[in-house]
């Protein structure tokens, strides 16, 4: 009997899509709960498969539908048909109703029901073949994306986390902000969801102000957001970084600082002891880092290019051959 395997695609709710290929006449799902395009953090006590047309479930005593972790069966359940219609339209649902209601995290599972038992009402012969999804249920919370916007003057703005599902704070979270990867302060956290997204925030009072040139890292310590349907998913460590563009950049001997490269090392001279000095590739990436101590500093330049170095907040451009 040829296996139908379901593609998932990812949407905001939590039943998508399913692609599939199935032999000629066969009875084929177009939705499911689960899939391998969006990490499972509901429940998996009950899974459903859609279908386009009114459905039924064969009688019998076998169980029917079953998950699988490498191969070893972890849950299994009976399918119920729940069909619905009106003008001009069907929906059958498989219903899939499992012991467990939610599977160990950090891993990757299967979800099969048996050939034949599912069959098309208007026509009882079409049924189904084998049906094989496969979804993960995560170890830890998924970063969607990060965003994060301060005022030109370096005062105020906000930092934002986004993860692909709906989340609530751990406690009373709270956030470290570096500068130069030294801490400099601590901002609570604010916790909250948004069309099937998670959001974390922490905003900057027009109190705090960002030095020019300075690179700065906000830092999400790891446990702060959990999943909002499983309280055992939470977030990695997750950070940011971000900058004050300059409203000058210096040359490479200002302000009595002097910057020069020599045979691939850029050297600091004029910095005062105890500033710290870090480097910079044009994109903001932070390349490496030192404390002055009143004596000419070098930093290896990884290569040819032009840097931007920071001497205790002040930005200067030098060009590495």
Not at 298 to 319: L, N, Q
């Amino acid at each position: 009997m040829k296996t139908l395997h379901l593609l998932s695609l990812a949407a905001a709710l939590a039943t998508w899509p399913c692609a599939a290929q199935a032999q000629e006449g066969g009875l084929v799902p177009t939705q499911c709960d689960v899939g391998m395009e969006r990490p499972v953090y509901h429940s998996t006590e009950e899974i459903t498969l859609s279908f386009d047309q009114a459905i039924g479930v064969r009688e019998t005593e076998e169980l029917k539908a079953f998950i699988y972790q490498d191969g070893k069966t972890v849950d299994m359940a009976d399918i119920r048909a729940q069909n619905y219609s009106g003008n001009g339209w069907e929906e059958g649902l498989a219903v899939m109703r499992f012991a467990n209601e939610f599977l160990p995290k950090g891993h990757t599972y299967t979800l099969k029901v048996n050939p034949g038992v599912i069959h098309s009402l208007a026509d009882p012969d079409v049924r189904n073949g084998e049906i094989s999804v496969s979804f993960t249920v995560p170890g830890h919370l998924g970063r969607h994306s990060v965003g994060h916007e301060v005022s030109t003057e370096g005062r105020q703005g906000r930092a934002t986390f986004y993860f692909e599902t709906e989340t609530e704070a751990v406690g009373s979270p709270v956030a470290v902000l570096l500068r130069d990867e030294v801490e400099i302060g601590s901002f609570p956290v604010s916790v909250t969801y948004d069309w099937g997204l998670g959001q974390a925030m922490v905003g900057f009072s027009s109190d705090y102000s960002f030095d020019d040139g300075a690179r700065y890292t906000l830092v999400l310590p790891e446990g702060s957001v959990s999943s909002r349907y499983r309280s055992d998913i939470t977030n990695e460590e997750e950070r940011v970084c971000f900058g004050i563009t300059p409203t000058s950049i210096g040359t490479a001997a200002s302000g009595g600082v002097a910057v020069r490269c020599d045979e691939g090392t850029i050297w600091i001279s004029g910095a005062k002891a105890g500033e710290r000095i870090t480097l910079y590739g044009v994109d903001g990436t932070a390349l490496g880092s030192r404390t002055a101590d009143g004596q000419p500093t070098g930093i290896a330049a990884p290569g040819a290019g032009v840097f931007i170095v920071s001497v205790g907040g002040r930005a200067y451009k030098v060009a590495a051959r």
